[in-house]
């Protein structure tokens, strides 16, 4: 990772967390790489060279995958493609993915770059659509075709720093306005899926409690430092950090704000959620564990508590750090 090295080697953490981070991390990217050329060996056969990409988000997005995790997976398309290619592409993801030992979810639709920059708020900016467009800028990994990738990535990016690009001493509300908006609306989505949809609500909320609001609270962290940074260097310095892991990003901005030992806590307890987390005896207990029974349940009361600590020291961090000369609750609150 870009960050955690170094800023391992100025805050000593201990040893049980810097391996969890790092090994999570090497899994990832080890199921990542093999996933890569198998993709496009097989993608010859169908017509979507130059037209499309392949986008991993979630845990293998994040790189915070484990060997329980599935693969969350869309593609990203330029002109209409047909329903029997998409398909056919679909298909060839999975069995792709299977063969490596990775099991994909379902829930994520194809989606135009068109589509992606110009409903930003519209009446078609739907649920999925706000999701597949703020997890692609937050925590993807290109799957298949790079420069389809880049370019799709740097377009939707420039769409919403356009205020700090045409103008100088700006701060990028559009983008801190749409993650602020993502991150609640997963929120009440939460509380639907759990009592009206009847899904499983002990993981998904242990998971609300770290790695969803690691993904808003790192976006929010890179955007708000850039307010530190020169005019003419602001966009490039958000487009090389925002996709960043949350230990990297956590690393950077404690780096950067000579808070390292002060606040290293945060990557302690989230090292100790993935580790929890990936253990399948943990899983299976909160994906059975029942809403009455949750007061009583030694496992959720240990992550709950885990993670009133993180919020607290998340806080801490974003009232201590110096974001330029403005007060950040002007962004996020007011």
């Known amino acids: 990772m870009k960050y955690l090295a170094e800023f391992h080697s100025k805050s000593k953490l201990p040893s049980r967390s810097i391996s969890t981070l790092t090994d999570f991390h090497v899994f990832s990217t080890e199921k990542i790489d093999a996933i890569r050329p198998l993709l496009k060996k097989r993608l010859q056969a169908v017509q979507c060279e130059g037209d499309c990409c392949i986008v991993a988000v979630g845990s293998y997005g994040r790189h915070e995958a484990s060997a329980q995790s599935d693969l969350d997976v869309y593609i990203i398309y330029s002109k209409k493609m047909p329903a029997d290619t998409e398909k056919a592409i679909n298909e060839i993801i999975r069995d792709t993915a299977k063969n490596a030992g990775i099991k994909c979810s379902v829930g994520f639709e194809s989606i135009s770059i068109d589509a992606m920059k110009k409903n930003i708020g519209g009446k078609k900016d739907t649920n999925p659509s706000i999701t597949n467009r703020i997890l ?156 009455v029974d949750r007061e009583k349940d030694k496992v959720f009361h240990d992550l709950t508590e885990m993670s009133r600590q993180f919020n607290a020291d998340l806080l801490g961090l974003l009232n201590d750090c110096k974001w330029g000369d403005k007060n950040y609750l002007d962004f996020l609150v007011l």
Not at 231 to 259: C, G, V, W
């Open 136 to 291: 692609f800028l937050l925590e993807s990994e290109c799957l298949y075709n790079e420069p389809f990738f880049s370019d799709a990535y740097e377009k939707i990016l420039r769409k919403y720093l356009s205020d700090i690009i045409k103008s100088d001493n700006k701060p990028p509300r559009f983008l801190l306005s749409d993650i602020i908006r993502y991150y609640r609306t997963i929120c009440v989505d939460y509380e639907f899926k759990t009592t009206e949809d009847n899904k499983e609500w002990a993981i998904r909320n242990i998971k609300l409690r770290f790695s969803r609001k690691g993904l808003y609270f790192g976006g929010i962290v890179i955007l708000l430092n850039s307010l530190n940074k020169h005019n003419s260097t602001r966009y490039d310095y958000i487009i090389e950090n925002l996709r960043l892991p949350f230990a990297d990003k956590i690393s950077h901005i404690l780096l950067e704000q000579e808070m390292a030992d002060t606040y290293k806590n945060i990557l302690v307890l989230y090292a100790d959620f993935l580790r929890e987390i990936g253990k399948i005896r943990i899983r299976n207990h909160l994906d059975n564990l029942k809403k």
